[in-house]
Protein backbone atom coordinates (compact mmCIF):
# COMPACT_ATOMS: atom_id res chain seq x y z
CA UNK A 1 0.00 0.00 0.00
CA UNK A 2 1.07 3.39 -0.68
CA UNK A 3 2.36 5.31 2.19
CA UNK A 4 2.45 9.09 1.10
CA UNK A 5 -0.37 11.23 -0.23
CA UNK A 6 0.93 11.74 -3.82
CA UNK A 7 0.85 7.57 -3.94
CA UNK A 8 -2.25 7.15 -2.49
CA UNK A 9 -3.67 9.52 -4.90
CA UNK A 10 -1.96 7.77 -7.95
CA UNK A 11 -2.96 4.53 -6.37
CA UNK A 12 -6.71 5.80 -6.36
CA UNK A 13 -5.88 6.88 -9.83
CA UNK A 14 -4.96 3.68 -11.27
CA UNK A 15 -7.74 1.88 -9.67
CA UNK A 16 -10.28 4.42 -11.83
CA UNK A 17 -8.40 3.86 -15.15
CA UNK A 18 -8.09 0.09 -14.69
CA UNK A 19 -12.54 0.13 -14.50
CA UNK A 20 -12.58 2.89 -17.29
CA UNK A 21 -10.38 0.39 -19.42
CA UNK A 22 -11.69 -2.75 -18.80
CA UNK A 23 -15.27 -1.16 -19.81
CA UNK A 24 -13.87 0.05 -22.66
CA UNK A 25 -12.17 -3.04 -23.42
CA UNK A 26 -15.01 -5.48 -22.48
CA UNK A 27 -17.41 -3.26 -25.31
CA UNK A 28 -14.54 -4.14 -27.54
CA UNK A 29 -14.32 -7.36 -27.47
CA UNK A 30 -18.13 -7.51 -27.15
CA UNK A 31 -18.14 -5.67 -31.11
CA UNK A 32 -15.68 -7.96 -32.42
CA UNK A 33 -17.16 -11.06 -31.37
CA UNK A 34 -20.39 -9.77 -33.09
CA UNK A 35 -19.31 -9.06 -36.30
CA UNK A 36 -17.36 -12.32 -36.25
CA UNK A 37 -20.80 -13.84 -35.79
CA UNK A 38 -22.42 -11.76 -38.21
CA UNK A 39 -20.21 -12.20 -41.15
CA UNK A 40 -20.24 -16.08 -40.91
CA UNK A 41 -24.16 -16.32 -40.68
CA UNK A 42 -25.81 -12.94 -42.23
CA UNK A 43 -25.53 -11.16 -45.44
CA UNK A 44 -22.57 -8.17 -46.42
CA UNK A 45 -24.75 -5.72 -46.02
CA UNK A 46 -25.48 -6.64 -41.60
CA UNK A 47 -21.85 -7.31 -41.84
CA UNK A 48 -20.95 -4.03 -42.91
CA UNK A 49 -22.90 -2.44 -40.57
CA UNK A 50 -21.01 -4.70 -37.95
CA UNK A 51 -17.74 -3.32 -39.50
CA UNK A 52 -18.41 0.24 -38.78
CA UNK A 53 -19.48 -0.47 -35.35
CA UNK A 54 -16.70 -2.36 -34.26
CA UNK A 55 -14.20 0.22 -36.03
CA UNK A 56 -15.85 2.83 -33.91
CA UNK A 57 -15.31 1.34 -30.64
CA UNK A 58 -12.04 -0.21 -31.63
CA UNK A 59 -11.26 3.79 -32.44
CA UNK A 60 -12.97 5.00 -29.15
CA UNK A 61 -10.25 2.31 -26.96
CA UNK A 62 -7.39 3.35 -28.61
CA UNK A 63 -8.64 7.21 -28.58
CA UNK A 64 -9.01 6.33 -24.96
CA UNK A 65 -5.84 4.41 -24.40
CA UNK A 66 -7.41 1.45 -23.32
CA UNK A 67 -5.54 -0.46 -26.12
CA UNK A 68 -2.31 0.89 -27.94
CA UNK A 69 -3.58 1.92 -31.79
CA UNK A 70 -1.17 -0.33 -33.52
CA UNK A 71 -3.51 -3.08 -32.35
CA UNK A 72 -6.78 -1.32 -33.00
CA UNK A 73 -5.38 -0.75 -36.65
CA UNK A 74 -4.09 -4.51 -36.92
CA UNK A 75 -7.23 -5.57 -35.40
CA UNK A 76 -9.52 -3.31 -37.79
CA UNK A 77 -7.43 -4.48 -40.99
CA UNK A 78 -8.43 -8.22 -39.91
CA UNK A 79 -11.67 -7.74 -39.24
CA UNK A 80 -11.79 -5.97 -42.91
CA UNK A 81 -10.30 -8.91 -44.77
CA UNK A 82 -12.76 -11.31 -42.80
CA UNK A 83 -15.77 -9.68 -44.17
CA UNK A 84 -14.09 -9.45 -47.43
CA UNK A 85 -13.47 -12.63 -47.79
CA UNK A 86 -16.91 -13.64 -46.52
CA UNK A 87 -18.33 -11.54 -49.04
CA UNK A 88 -16.72 -13.06 -51.87
Known sequence: MANNKSA???WHQSIKRRDRNRAVRSATRSAIRN???IATSADSA???T???AAYSALDRAAKKGA???GK???TKRRLAALVAKKAS
Open 8 to 10: IKR
Open 35 to 37: LRE
Open 46 to 48: TAA
Open 50 to 52: ALG
Open 67 to 69: IHT
Open 72 to 74: ADR
